[in-house]
């Protein structure tokens, strides 16, 4: 399984390696790092760029969502800026990922990176709604600090463990019966196929509001940035396999298409809201000086007057 938010490892490139208990050759060639961590067996320059665009893609989206998190503390008034739609349709995505991570047996380092996703939208969520309930209320109310501790504290406890339980429990689907094996596979490249629609269809809410606004103000230019790096990496991953594959070069792209397009289709999204950043960047600033040419308020009495006052 692969989405153009998490890429997962090809098949058709780990055709080589297969384990020793299968009675098959081991990876003698391979790169000893990449066969430990990712069990891909990379024996030549394609298959080795490959695997590192595809851990670079990885890296951009896993910090992707950090600057945001820290705009929406460092600004305060984050329900502003952000589309509620943007975020469910990014945690959407990233569930349907895991379904998908789950089902076709995937690395436990895809698991652990899927779980990190997860984490990080509901802290996107959570700083949400409790800026929304905050500034939306007259007076201050202390228990509302506490909830979203416990929020962050259970959610936090909660997705550590997670990833331990999803691998030790997955085992048992490769034990399962050959049709029911593919009946399982086929529903996770389907959670798949989700996941990508569901990223795909995240950014036209967040394009909208900002259109609405006639301003980015409040959202981190870096989510976007390192998502277009991200997916950009991703398909350049997949095309530079391509020389290296042993199979059908066609077979292969076929099972990519749909993660190729949503990649590609947020990228194109994403650079609208670079766009958008673009235009309304002269919008907060005109704002910025119209406050600064704001004139001090006179004091009600002159230094003299203070002293005859005196």
């Known amino acids: 399984m692969a989405s153009g938010r998490f890429p997962g490892k090809s098949a058709d490139v780990a055709i080589n390696w297969t384990a020793p208990s299968q009675g098959r050759p081991l990876c003698v060639n391979g790169t000893p790092w990449i066969l430990y961590l990712l069990e891909e067996c990379v024996e030549n320059i394609w298959e080795y760029c490959s695997v590192v665009i595809g851990l670079i893609s990885m890296f951009c989206f896993l910090l992707s969502t950090i600057p945001q998190v820290y705009e929406a503390y460092r600004n305060g008034r984050v329900e502003k800026a952000m589309s509620f739609g943007f975020l469910i349709f990014l945690l959407s995505g990233d569930l349907t990922s895991f379904a998908g991570c789950y089902l076709t047996s995937q690395l436990p380092i895809q698991v652990v990176t899927v779980v990190f996703y997860i984490f990080t ?20 109310n202390p228990a509302l600090k506490w909830v979203c501790f416990m929020w962050c504290g259970t959610g936090t406890l909660a997705l550590l463990a997670l ?10 689907l490769n034990t399962q019966s ?4 593919k009946s399982v596979e086929i529903t996770g490249y389907v959670c798949g196929y989700l996941a990508s629609v569901f990223y795909l269809c995240s950014r036209f809410p967040q394009i909208h509001k900002n259109y609405q606004r006639q301003s980015t103000e409040g959202t981190s230019y870096l989510l976007f940035a390192l998502a277009m790096m991200g997916n950009g990496t991703y398909g ?12 059908s070069k066609q077979t292969f792209i076929i099972k990519h298409l749909a993660w190729l397009i949503g990649s590609l289709g947020v990228l194109i999204l994403d650079c609208f809201v670079t766009a958008q950043f673009i235009m309304y960047r002269k919008n907060i600033s005109a704002k910025s000086s119209a406050l600064r040419r704001i004139p001090e308020v006179e004091p009600l009495l002159s230094e003299e007057e203070e002293l005859t006052v005196l």
């Open 236 to 247: 350049l991953s997949i095309i530079v396999v391509l020389p290296a594959l042993k199979g």
């Open 178 to 181: 050959p049709a029911s094996s």
């Open 121 to 140: 939208d509901l802290i996107l969520i959570s700083q949400f709604l409790y800026y929304k309930i905050k500034n939306s209320s007259s007076r201050k």
């Open 163 to 172: 990833p331990k339980l999803i691998i030790d429990n997955g085992s048992h």
